[in-house]
């Protein structure tokens, strides 16, 4: 298996344009998780969902954020418009369940995102 | 809600010595406590879990303890190497048993020659 597949693995935007992130989580996990990496914050949930349907997304910033899993292969998290405080390195994760279970949940190589 | 500390920041240590990382949580228990490894530019990946049934917990030189009456976990790496270096996360279920993982923001360990 390759693993959670993130992309692109760099992003640079000008502020108000719109970034759009995506990932293929790993065949036969269920839930899939939008994480955000920060300095100051360090790793932060934005969203998950269990079998594609979105559970908790109390960690989305604002409404700017919008995240889709139309199927169980992909998901995106898009930006609308973006601002410089969004810069950071976003990470998708999947697992066989919420929690990880006993073997964790497999993170995918993040997408640096920079908006000037 | 649940808060997750981890002491230090960084911890330098030298090859061969045993590096010991902290990791405290701040109300209920939770049914199990995991670490993760992450390098420069790279997502974390999973090394361990442990239960709240279990003291301790190996695999190869790693060590794992968790204590629920101090609220804390401990993690081992024996014998260290420079490939060790790295920053090292703790990780526990947000609701106990159920729901996403909240993250500590992690020990960058660094393991000099």
């Known amino acids: 298996d390759a693993g959670v597949i993130q992309s692109p693995r760099h992003e640079v935007t000008e502020m108000g344009q719109e970034v759009t992130l995506r990932c293929k989580p790993i065949?036969?996990?269920?839930?899939l998780f939008w994480y955000r990496q920060t300095m100051m914050r360090g790793l932060e949930l934005l969203i998950y969902?269990?079998?594609?349907?979105?559970?908790?997304d109390s960690g989305m910033p604002e409404d700017r954020f919008s995240a889709k899993m139309p199927n169980a292969s992909f998901s995106t998290l898009k930006i609308q418009p973006s601002e410089p405080r969004d810069s950071a390195v976003y990470f998708c994760?999947?697992?066989?369940?919420?929690?990880?279970?006993?073997?964790?949940?497999?993170f995918g190589s993040g997408t640096r995102l920079t908006v000037v | 809600s649940q808060k997750i500390e981890q002491n230090s920041e960084a911890l330098n240590i030298q090859e061969g010595k045993t590096a010991t990382l902290t990791c405290n949580y701040t109300?209920?228990?939770?049914?199990?406590l995991q670490w993760y490894r992450q390098d420069p530019g790279r997502g974390p990946v999973f090394l361990l879990l442990?239960?709240?049934?279990?003291k301790e917990k190996r695999k190869e030189r790693l060590k794992v303890t968790f204590d629920t009456t101090l609220k804390q976990s401990l993690f081992h790496i024996t014998a260290s190497q420079p490939a060790d270096s790295a920053t090292y996360l703790c990780?526990?279920?947000?609701?106990?048993?159920?729901?996403?993982?909240?993250f500590g923001k992690g020990t960058k360990l660094s393991v000099k020659p």
């Open positions: 994760a999947s697992s066989l369940s919420e929690t990880g279970g006993a073997i964790g949940y497999t």
């Open positions: 065949s036969g996990h269920n839930s």
């Open positions: 969902f269990n079998n594609n349907v979105p559970i908790d």
């Open positions: 109300n209920y228990s939770p049914a199990y």
């Open positions: 442990i239960r709240e049934n279990e």
């Open positions: 990780a526990l279920a947000s609701g106990g048993s159920q729901g996403n993982l909240i």
